[in-house]
């Protein structure tokens, strides 16, 4: 991070207090805006819903507001810093939320670390939100709190390091692929990452047709003689042809590269093993794995970066604030793997004409978020929001 930014950053904060307000929607003025914003009307509105619960959405912020939950064990590239060094990214995704998606959203850190304590709490806030946003929680205890999360309600929960994530990156090899003009079932797809993106990523991947994918973590190329339930699950999957090894054996003759690890793991001289026309999504941030420009003297083809100062910025912003707009907006209750892929082939689909360096729509495109959202809602709502 350069240092004028960090400068920036810090003063703008202490500015501001914090990056979240919260602002009635109904003006208290007078004694007669008391009586029915508070009591005695509120009762009224009270027993209504304690006799029909599933008036709610309608009558409460149930219906439009999202609860950012972390715990502070996987915080950006800053690992476990905890719930106050989380607070102030938490806040940030609300404010992302609330500018591209128009969905409200309210930051949430817990000061607990353990699984089982994670997901009572979660669940029980859960009445006052139409959805859950998990975040920054660490691998793989993140698996088994949204696993559990999920089966306990009945509204849209994402952990978005995970999902949001893979979204954008499939949407970006889709694009990708049809820049360098190959397809995705016969591609070989190397992940640097066995943590919650790097699973996800080789998940959808894998749910959209691809074929031949190698994960790796710091041990090598994974295979069924891990121990952790989630490489075992991995291993059922990934890596057909049985290779063993490190990066460079991944990477001969692979067709992708996505980084979701660490910085500087590549060098151009492993580039250079992979075929011609390759892929890399160098994706570790503040520093990736390997940069743009070595990527290029490798022969990557199309490089991205979860950078906003390169081409091809790889930001799962451009995805969760339209995909759990669409999920409040169409009584969505579980974000499925098919609604993962409808989202990500819409946002591709922005993209008229991809080329090498623009294989996503900008961020601030303001097409993204309606298209995400109406993805939620069925294949002919895609087919409309494109054209």
């Given amino acids: 991070m350069a240092k004028d930014v ?3 950053a810090i003063a703008l904060h202490k500015k501001l207090g914090g990056k979240i307000r919260i602002e009635p929607a109904a003006p208290v003025r007078n004694r007669a805006d008391l009586s029915l914003v508070y009591t005695p009307g509120v009762a009224a509105v009270s027993m209504l819903l304690a006799k029909n619960p599933k008036l ?3 009558y409460t912020m149930k219906g439009r507001m999202v609860a950012v939950v972390s715990d502070g064990s996987a915080v950006l590239g800053l ?3 905890g719930p106050l060094g989380a607070l102030p990214v938490m806040e940030g995704k609300c404010a992302l939320f609330k500018t591209f998606g128009d969905v409200d959203a309210v930051p949430i850190v817990l000061d607990t670390q353990d699984t089982d304590e994670i997901v009572k709490i979660v669940t029980a806030i859960a009445p006052a939100f139409g959805g859950i946003n998990l975040e920054d929680i660490a691998a793989p205890r993140c698996f088994e709190i949204e696993r559990r999360v999920v089966d306990a309600l009945n509204i849209p929960v994402m952990h978005d390091d995970q999902h949001g994530t893979a979204i954008v990156v499939l949407a970006g090899i889709l694009n990708s692929l049809k820049v360098v003009g190959k397809k995705l079932a016969n591609v070989q797809i190397v992940i640097s990452g066995a943590g919650a993106a790097g699973t996800a990523c080789a998940n959808l991947a894998y ?3 691809a074929k031949n994918i190698i994960m790796l973590d710091r041990k090598g190329i994974i295979d069924a003689t891990r121990d952790e339930s989630h ?3 991995l291993a059922k999957f990934t890596n057909p042809k049985g290779i063993k090894g490190g990066l460079r054996e991944a990477l001969t003759g692979a067709d992708i590269l996505i980084g979701v690890s660490g910085p500087g793991l590549a060098t151009a001289a492993d580039i250079k093993l992979m075929a011609k026309k390759s892929i890399v999504f160098a994706l570790a941030n503040p520093v990736p794995e390997i940069m743009p420009d070595e990527a290029k003297r490798g022969g990557a083809a199309v490089i991205g970066t979860g950078r906003s100062d390169f081409p091809n ?3 799962n912003s451009l ?3 339209g995909l759990f707009r669409g999920a409040l907006d169409h009584g969505v209750t579980k974000i499925t793997q098919e609604l993962k892929l409808k989202a990500g082939r819409a946002l591709a689909a922005l993209v008229k004409k ?5 294989v996503l729509p900008d961020m601030f495109d303001k097409r993204v978020a309606p298209t995400v959202a109406k993805a939620m809602a069925g294949k002919k709502a895609i087919a409309k929001a494109i054209r």
Wanted: charged share 20%.
């Fill in 6 to 8: 960090a400068k920036q």
């Fill in 56 to 58: 709610a959405p309608q």
């Fill in 79 to 81: 690992g476990n810093i």
């Fill in 207 to 209: 749910a959209a047709g």
């Fill in 231 to 233: 490489k075992k699950e």
């Fill in 313 to 315: 910025q790889i930001n």
């Fill in 319 to 321: 995805i969760f604030p």
């Fill in 354 to 358: 991809p080329t090498a360096v623009k």
